[in-house]
């Protein structure tokens, strides 16, 4: 059969974890030729050929080419068993792998040993290299014969194990690096294209030496050997990792699993059954629907399954006797890269997919817990707030001497209840403005959409009374929509208490300017007050949680925690709360800056408003 | 002059006491309800000439027991002044626009919200002197 193809190398192949039992695949001899002749008989075939494959099991035991050499004594001793551990599956895997052998042929189909070794190398740690080295040793030593040749591809496939894990564990993310749809992209090209150079070239230049491959025939013993290689890490490989971390696990009724799992089985089945001649190629892309389904339905894992069970119909296809004439390695290798290639990209796409999820069910996730949040503070305002008004006015009740007369002392006492009662009063204002009662009218021009000049505009009205009272003028300068995606509840917040803040620090007589203005990409309200100003040193206390600025001779008004509350709402909209002043006695201007959500949306045009639209203090 | 008559409907029992008894100290006529359907049977009964009205309450809520008000034009347009711990401007906005309450008194209040509150809106409404039944409103 085919010279040149056939000649050395080792097949990938096959599904099912490796070391999961031998699907009684009709296996064969050992592996395939070594290159050198062709295959004059089938002894000959098995020796040479399977060093090749073998080889890159696991060599490295020299010269640590990795981390693994324990350093002292007692840590050889203690690594021994699982050295030995390690060895035995190498070895286990490798007949296990050796027994794909196509009928009639000297390639060696599946070669589920290299994937599995890398898995473990990466699960583990790259010191399985040296049981791999052994393992292999232990197996090719009796058929191959030549100690050197032997200890060569081992050592290859060993470095590779070695060399390919650390690097996944070290730069990819070790059993996560599958995770994302980047990850999978990198691994596909690191650890299947790139770090599978190194058993092929170690395997095929040993046997070269050897005179087991001669000159003509090294590129493409050296092609089939790597290819062999690239499908094993990208099937079995990345099978083993998808299936060695917590994924995002469908929550699909088991009745529907049961019948996606009847569907899924239908393509291997036709694959591995269906008598069509040279059809395996064809059959295998009726796989590809199902891999997109399995990526986008059910996650890595069911696609790595179905990738596996995939490869081992087409293996069997050609395994089957009545199919031996078809067993052409060209078209199985094709067969194999095809379905590693829709594996690596059914992979990408279910991490794609799955980012997706997680992100809505993390946003969801925040939701729930803002929601809980403010139901919380609802409550606490609500129930911190009903029994205080009854402490407040009896205490009043009390200082007017409504039970009698008090001692000075007495009423001093009654005071400091008074004045605790206040305190924590305003910490209740504080805490509120979130929504509950919702009596009819909202803002919101959409669910996530309002308009910033209405809002301003209704808080600024609310304030006119308390203004009054304080002898200051609110003026709103604003007009048109400034439309901003925005909670409108929690906006209002915001604005409530700038403007109060800028009406209790204004001084009679003075005059709080808000100004709503929008360019398109941001909006913004600026309440100025003619009030008594800040210092920079203030300014960059203000917004901290409990701040005590407070101008010299005057009350402090607050919890302290108004303008640190603001600034966290402004911000969870992605939007910034700044304060400038030139200084004391000279006012001091909050500015609230909110993105607009679509900046390049045409219908809401920036209005830089230039008409003034008095809100005169009411009487 | 009368009295004023005020109606209170509060299901906090410290709360309502507290309030009645400023009230009647400081001349007012103040009558309690623990919740709203009490409430609405007062004012079926006899007309007040201001309401403070709980929002958060069991059985009917404020928003309900105003409707309600609003709906039965027997009774006039007797100012509802809503009290609530709960509810930002935006809530206090709707309140004041959209269901005709009178004003919006947020817990905790002391002696002097309360008096504020109750006499602004006393004063922007007319005397009361004719029966509330055909007032014709102002």
């Known amino acids: 059969m085919n010279p040149d193809l056939a000649s050395d190398r080792p097949r990938p192949g096959t599904p099912g974890v490796p070391e999961s039992g031998p699907s009684g695949l009709p296996a064969q001899g050992p592996s395939r030729a070594p290159a050198g002749e062709r295959a004059p008989d089938k002894e000959a075939r098995d020796r040479a050929a399977g060093p090749h494959r073998r080889a890159q099991a696991a060599a490295h035991r020299p010269g640590g080419h990795l981390d693994a050499s324990p350093r002292r004594a007692s840590r050889v001793l203690g690594a021994l068993p699982w050295t030995l551990a390690a060895a035995a599956v190498a070895y286990a895997s490798d007949w296990f792998s050796m027994q794909f052998t196509l009928p009639g042929s000297v390639v060696s189909l599946v070669y589920p040993q290299m994937g599995l070794m890398v898995a473990l190398g990466i699960l583990v740690g790259p010191w399985v290299a040296v049981g791999a080295f052994l393992g292999e040793m232990a197996l090719w030593l009796p058929v191959v014969g030549a100690p050197w040749v032997v200890a060569g591809f081992a ?151 179905l990738g596996l069970a995939l490869a081992l119909a087409a293996f069997g296809r050609f395994a089957l006797p009545q199919n031996a004439a078809d067993a052409d390695v060209g078209a199985l290798l094709e067969a194999q890269t095809f379905i590693a290639l829709a594996v690596v990209f059914g992979l990408t796409a279910a991490a794609a997919f799955a980012r997706e999820r997680r992100q809505l069910t993390e946003a969801s996730a925040l939701r729930a817990t803002n929601e809980t949040r403010d139901r919380f503070v609802r409550f606490l305002a609500h129930e911190i707030g009903n029994p205080l008004t009854p402490i407040l006015l009896q205490a009043d009740a009390l200082r007017k001497g409504r039970a009698g007369d008090l001692t000075p002392k007495q009423d001093a006492m009654v005071a400091s209840i008074e004045r605790s009662a206040l305190r924590l009063g305003n910490l209740v204002k504080d805490l509120r403005g979130v929504e509950v009662l919702q009596p009819g009218e909202s803002f919101s021009i959409d669910p996530t959409h309002i308009d910033l000049v209405q809002v301003t505009s209704v808080v600024a009205k609310s304030y006119v009374e308390e203004a009054a009272r304080a002898d200051v003028r609110i003026e709103l300068v604003g007009e048109g929509h400034a439309r901003t995606a925005a909670d409108p509840n929690r906006i209002a917040q915001v604005l409530s208490n700038l403007v109060n803040n800028a009406i209790k620090y204004s001084l009679p007589g003075g005059t709080v300017r808000i100004e709503v203005r929008t360019d398109g990409a941001q909006s913004a309200v600026a309440v100025r007050d003619e009030g008594c100003g800040l210092t920079e040193d203030q300014i960059a206390h203000l917004f901290k949680p409990f701040a005590k600025v407070h101008p010299p001779g005057t009350q402090r008004h607050g919890s302290g925690l108004g303008l640190h509350i603001s600034r966290e709402i402004v911000e969870g909209h992605g939007g910034r709360l700044e304060c400038r002043s030139d200084g004391p006695g000279r006012g001091s201007t909050f500015t609230m800056v909110l993105p607009t959500g679509r900046p390049a949306r045409p219908q809401s045009p920036p209005r830089t408003p230039e008409g003034v639209t008095d809100v005169p203090p009411a009487a | 002059m009368n009295p004023k008559r005020v109606y209170v409907a509060d299901d906090e029992p410290e709360l309502l006491a507290a309030t009645l008894a400023l009230l009647n100290a400081y001349g007012y006529e103040a009558v309690g309800a623990p919740d709203g359907a009490a409430l609405l049977d007062l004012v079926r009964r006899r007309p007040p000439d201001v309401i403070l009205l709980d929002i958060l309450m069991p059985g009917p809520n404020g928003w309900e027991v105003q409707r309600r008000l609003r709906e039965d034009t027997s009774l006039g347009n007797v100012p509802v002044i809503a009290i609530s711990a709960q509810g930002g401007k935006s809530v206090e906005a709707s309140a004041l626009n959209t269901l005709g309450f009178a004003a919006f008194l947020r817990k905790p209040f002391g002696t002097e919200d309360l008096f504020a509150t109750l006499e602004g809106v006393l004063q922007e409404t007319r005397p009361r002197d004719a029966p509330p039944r055909e007032a014709t409103t102002g």
């Open chain 1, 155 to 305: 050592l290859a496939g060993a470095l590779q194990v070695a060399v390919v894990s650390f690097v996944v564990r070290r730069f990819l993310g070790g059993r996560d690096a599958l995770g994302t749809r980047l990850g999978v992209v990198r691994f596909a090209a690191v650890a299947g294209l790139l770090g599978t150079v190194i058993s092929a070239t170690g395997g095929v230049g040993t046997l070269h030496l050897a005179g087991m491959i001669p000159g003509p025939e090294v590129l493409m013993s050296w092609l089939a050997w790597w290819a062999a290689d690239v499908v094993s890490v990208l099937l079995f490989t990345s099978s083993i990792l998808v299936w060695s971390r917590p994924s995002w696990a469908p929550s699909a009724p088991a009745r529907e699993r049961a019948v996606v799992a009847i569907l899924f089985a239908v393509v291997p089945l036709a694959l591995l059954l269906v008598p069509l001649p040279h059809s395996t190629f064809a059959l295998t892309l009726l796989g590809l629907p199902m891999i997109v389904w399995a990526a986008f339905r059910y996650g890595s894992r069911s696609v790595a399954m």
